[in-house]
Nanobody, 122 residues
Framework: VQLQASGGGLVQAGGSLRLSCTAS????????MAWFRQAPGKERDFVAA????????SYADSVKGRFTISRDNAKNTVYLQMNSLKPEDTAVYFC????????????????WGQGTQVTVSS
């Protein structure tokens, strides 16, 4: 199973980015997909998750109303649309997959992508 994340970059505060994560070697529609992030010297934190069908989503309080997670099962891809970005959103963003259900705990996720850097300048 491979998860390939992309779309990170440098953006000014208030700007937007869209991250993508494409899966291979897995029955994508059977997995809950999520995004986590990790800032330097900090733990990896939950950002958002989406159910198998896309009907249910979950967000960290810090990103509610600014970030939107979505998925396209035909393309084996999950997205994270990030709007109104803040300097505190700066981190490496990781996509992850699990077959258990919507969850915010890292230990419940079976597969991880390599991460993509998001840097928000003030």
């Amino acid at each position: 199973v491979q998860l390939q994340a992309s779309g990170g970059g440098l953006v000014q505060a208030g700007g937007s980015l869209r991250l993508s994560c494409t899966a291979s070697g897995v029955s994508f529609s059977r997995y809950v997909m999520a995004w986590f992030r990790q800032a330097p010297g900090k733990e990896r934190d939950f950002v958002a998750a989406i159910s198998w069908s896309g009907a249910s989503t979950s967000y960290a309080d810090s990103v509610k109303g600014r970030f939107t997670i979505s998925r396209d099962n035909a393309k084996n891809t999950v997205y994270l649309q990030m709007n109104s970005l803040k300097p505190e959103d700066t981190a490496v963003y990781f996509c992850a997959a699990n077959d258990k259900g919507l969850a915010a705990r890292t230990r419940l996720y079976d597969y991880w992508g390599q991460g993509t850097q998001v840097t928000v300048s003030s």
